[in-house]
């Protein structure tokens, strides 16, 4: 990092913790240091109960602080911050009591691979004995599962290796959520335990030998792909990718959600993203390809097509995490190891084969058909995006903030159709941070996340988008957005409908209100309660001037656009279920039934 860029960091030049100081000090104090130490800068969370100690200490070693308007939403806003930072470079406090509200980005975080510092303040020990107000002793056992690591502190003697502890596990291996569950009587206990600086290990890189090995599986191949996923943002591996695909001239596909944006959508080897809701191109390619290097991809059920997609006999795969590898089907070649070290050795043995030049230009049809196959993808997704129909064609809504975003922009979807549209049909012109993972779909992140993807990255454009069912969930959160004067666009993608429910209940013959949101809602004028300006947007003609007016905005700007209701998920796998399917015989939405799964 950059003097710049360290200056630009929230928190910059804030007090340093005495990393050798052996003095007595309140438990609360001592947590504050070892976040210092730990590289953490900025603590979000939600007040009440045994927190005002803790936010004492805070306050005094001059750590900058951010209340999200619930529990959950705060979760999520550092969630946002860390996916971008790659590491757990914030924390979150709350009062026991709501922990559960947090519980699904906890969750969240473990199954996606995001770093997550989750501090929750519990009633004294004593307490657990008796039936205290809100009595919050079942909280631990059931964030126990859904945590990487969890630690339940009634002591204050460790406090600072176990902070510490909590923040390595973070941001090591596969990343998730560390959860802390802290007595509110630590606060007070006296401990002396030094504070230790924390310095991350190196991630494990690969053997020399599975190095070769693979080279010499892709030079055995007549028509080789590389596949990526989140992974590969994550280990901030995307030049040493770009390096690579550039060298060997190997068409890449990616994972449908989590490998988006590490190759800018325009350059001539990338197939496109695979899966259900990815481009036939990126299928096309990747099933007929007779060897694949997979790296960073778990093979989840909406990048294979519920595993339906056909996988070649030679696949190497690398991961950070050991469990990744072999977890689905057997690999011809496994390989533990971090992304980025992977790609920089692959490189320095395929630069130090002389042959390497004959190998890659016999790859010139197999890459001739891939940009054919793109072609033909982009001319088929181009039909789409029709700009006469009122309500808005949701892929003319998304070709537009392609075309008047800066190039740099971090567009964060939420979950459901507009998520799955978005991904797919918006333009990545250059590499783009992972802000979000694609795994646990909630509702309602979308906005918390982008508020803690601009705090990590204050210089890019955010833009929220955001269907108007997630935008229920959390709406409250555009208050935040007037009173800390940050500045992201939130576009709402308004169809009046829950349109993932509705289209399998329809196709099941079930016409189900649910589904159905009220158009009585303003969320304009809801906004401007808020603080936040804003306007409606109900025919194409009005697009273009209100996405000027929302960049030109000094602040936050709310763009509430009506889309035609219509089905617009189309897939880009024929017979295939779109996300859920199994071998148990259904009727309605679910009649075809998958025959068998990987690896038959």
């Known amino acids: 990092m950059t003097t710049d860029e360290a200056a630009r960091e929230?928190?910059?030049?804030?007090?340093?913790?005495?990393?050798?100081?052996?003095?007595?000090?309140?438990?609360?104090?001592?947590?504050?240091?070892?976040?210092?130490?730990?590289?953490?800068?900025?603590?979000f969370g939600y007040t009440g109960g045994a927190v005002p100690q803790l936010t004492r200490s805070i306050i005094s070693h001059d750590i900058p602080m951010y209340a999200g308007r619930t529990e959950l939403t705060a979760a999520w806003i550092s969630a946002g911050y860390n996916r971008v930072k790659r590491r757990a470079a914030s924390a979150v406090i709350t009062h026991h009591v709501g922990a559960l509200h947090s519980a699904p980005a906890i969750y969240g975080s473990t199954m996606d691979g995001t770093p997550l510092l989750y501090m929750s303040l519990d009633n004294p020990p004593s307490m657990e004995a008796r039936d205290g107000l809100q009595d919050a002793l079942e909280v631990y056992p059931s964030l126990k599962p859904i945590s990487k690591y969890?630690?339940?502190?009634?002591?204050?003697?460790?406090?600072?290796?176990?902070?510490?502890?909590?923040v390595k596990e973070a941001s090591t291996g596969k990343f998730g959520a560390s959860t802390l569950v802290l007595a509110q009587t630590v606060m007070f206990q006296q401990t002396a335990m030094k504070v230790e600086p924390l310095e991350l290990p190196k991630p494990p890189s690969p053997h020399r030998q599975d190095v070769e090995t693979t080279w010499e599986l892709l030079k055995n191949a007549e028509r080789p792909v590389l596949y990526v996923g989140a992974g590969v943002h994550i280990a901030d591996a995307s030049a040493e990718l770009r390096k690579f695909v550039e060298l060997t001239g190997i068409p890449v596909v990616s994972t449908s959600w989590g490998g988006r944006g590490l190759l800018p959508d325009a350059h001539?080897?990338?197939a496109g993203p695979t899966g259900n809701f990815g481009w036939r191109s990126a299928n096309l390619v990747a099933q007929q390809a007779d060897a694949w290097v997979t790296v960073g991809c778990s093979f989840s059920q909406m990048s294979t097509g519920t595993w339906s997609m056909k996988k070649p006999s030679t696949v190497v795969q690398v991961d950070v995490n050991h469990y990744e590898l072999g977890k689905i089907f057997q690999p011809t070649l496994g390989v533990h190891s971090d992304a980025k070290f992977f790609f920089a050795q692959l490189i320095e043995a395929v630069e130090a084969d002389a042959g390497s030049e004959a190998i890659t230009a016999g790859w010139s049809g197999w890459r001739n058909d891939a940009t054919v196959a793109k072609k033909e993808w982009v001319q088929e997704m181009n039909s789409w995006f029709d700009g006469t129909e009122?309500?808005?064609?949701?892929?003319?809504?998304?070709?537009?903030?392609?075309?008047?975003?800066?190039?740099d922009s971090l567009v964060i979807g939420d979950s459901g159709g507009n998520a799955f549209a978005l991904y797919r049909a918006f333009e990545y012109k250059e590499v783009t941070p992972l802000a979000t993972g694609g795994h646990y779909m909630s509702l309602g992140v979308s906005l918390p996340v982008a508020i803690g993807a601009k705090l990590a990255e204050p210089q890019r454009t955010v833009?929220?988008?955001?269907?108007?069912?997630?935008?229920?969930y959390d709406m409250m959160e555009l208050s935040s957005l007037a009173e800390h004067n940050l500045k992201i666009i939130v576009v709402i993608d308004n169809n009046h409908c829950l349109l993932a429910n509705?289209?399998?209940?329809?196709?099941?013959?079930?016409?189900?209100?649910?589904?159905?949101?009220?158009?009585?809602?303003?969320?304009?004028?809801?906004?401007?309660?808020?603080?936040?300006?804003?306007?409606?947007?109900?025919?194409?003609?009005?697009?273009?001037?209100?996405?000027?007016?929302?960049?030109?905005?000094?602040?936050?700007?709310?763009?509430?656009?009506?889309?035609?209701p219509?089905?617009?998920l189309r897939r880009a796998l024929d017979q295939v279920?779109?996300?859920?399917?199994?071998?148990?015989?259904k009727v309605g939405h679910l009649e075809t039934v998958l025959e068998g799964s990987w690896p038959s």
């Open 150 to 166: 969890i630690k339940k502190v009634t002591d204050a003697s460790d406090l600072p290796v176990i902070v510490r502890q909590a």
């Open 463 to 472: 833009v929220s988008y955001h269907g108007d069912g997630g935008l229920y």
């Open 566 to 568: 219509g089905l617009r």
């Open 577 to 585: 279920i779109p996300i859920v399917g199994d071998r148990t015989p």
């Open 390 to 407: 009122v309500p808005i064609n949701q892929y003319f809504l998304i070709r537009k903030l392609s075309e008047m975003l800066p190039d």
């Open 502 to 564: 509705r289209a399998s209940m329809k196709a099941s013959g079930i016409d189900n209100p649910w589904v159905d949101l009220p158009q009585t809602t303003d969320f304009v004028q809801l906004a401007n309660s808020m603080g936040v300006e804003g306007e409606r947007v109900e025919s194409p003609d009005q697009l273009a001037g209100a996405i000027e007016r929302a960049l030109a905005s000094e602040g936050s700007y709310v763009l509430d656009v009506h889309t035609t």
């Open 268 to 270: 001539e080897l990338y």
């Open 10 to 43: 929230p928190g910059a030049g804030q007090g340093q913790p005495a990393a050798e100081s052996t003095e007595r000090r309140e438990g609360s104090d001592a947590i504050a240091e070892a976040l210092l130490a730990s590289g953490i800068e900025i603590v």
